[in-house]
């Protein structure tokens, strides 16, 4: 840290409030070799931010980065285009200036897009599990809780009932009663 281009790169740092030249800056400064923590200490910024600007920085293709340099989309907006595949990024960011896009809009739409993924992905394993056991199998995910769910077989009649806890519990009815 005794290099005297990094001491006043984290002194302009420390000033900035700009998103655009914090990114340039921090960008600068790992290029000197300086580690990401030792960017956050000196240069007054928490180590989320320093990822924010370094996921923002790797991630988004050059035209993205030039809309936000241009200060056609947000730093925020930004951040949320870097989290999606480089082909659909220049797009993205169009339509979101175009159609006035908000952030909080453009992550609801991306997330309804990962649940229809997720959903569709659930309703084929259940098909597949319905046809391989003969039960009407169906799989749903919770909506708090992205590594969670849960399964639903339904029955007609009390006879299903039965097949579905004698292959569930593996007793025949007569032995838990």
């Known amino acids: 840290m005794n290099n005297s281009k990094s001491i006043l790169l984290l002194a302009e740092l420390k000033q900035t409030i700009d998103h655009c030249k914090r990114m340039l800056i921090i960008a600068e400064l790992e290029e ?10 000196e240069g007054g910024l928490e180590g989320y931010e320093i990822r924010h600007y370094r996921r923002v920085s790797n991630c988004c293709i050059p035209e993205v980065l030039d ?15 870097a989290s999606i595949p ?16 908000s952030v909080h809009t453009l992550r609801a739409k ?24 003969g039960l009407d199998i169906c799989i749903h995910a919770d909506t708090k809780n992205p590594k ?10 009390l006879d ?3 097949i579905i806890t004698d292959r569930i519990v593996g007793k025949r009815k007569d032995d838990y009663w």
């Open 32 to 41: 000197l070799g300086i580690k990401a923590r030792s960017i956050a200490t």
């Open 67 to 81: 809309l936000f340099f241009k200060a056609k989309i947000s730093f925020s907006l930004a951040k949320v285009i």
């Open 86 to 101: 480089r082909d659909k990024q220049e797009k993205t960011a169009r339509d979101a200036i175009a159609k006035k896009i």
């Open 110 to 133: 991306l997330a309804h897009n990962e649940n229809n993924r997720l959903n569709n992905d659930l309703a084929k394993m259940a098909n597949q599990y319905s046809e391989i056991t």
């Open 148 to 157: 969670a769910g849960y399964w639903k077989i339904k029955y007609e009649d």
């Open 160 to 162: 299903m009932f039965d």
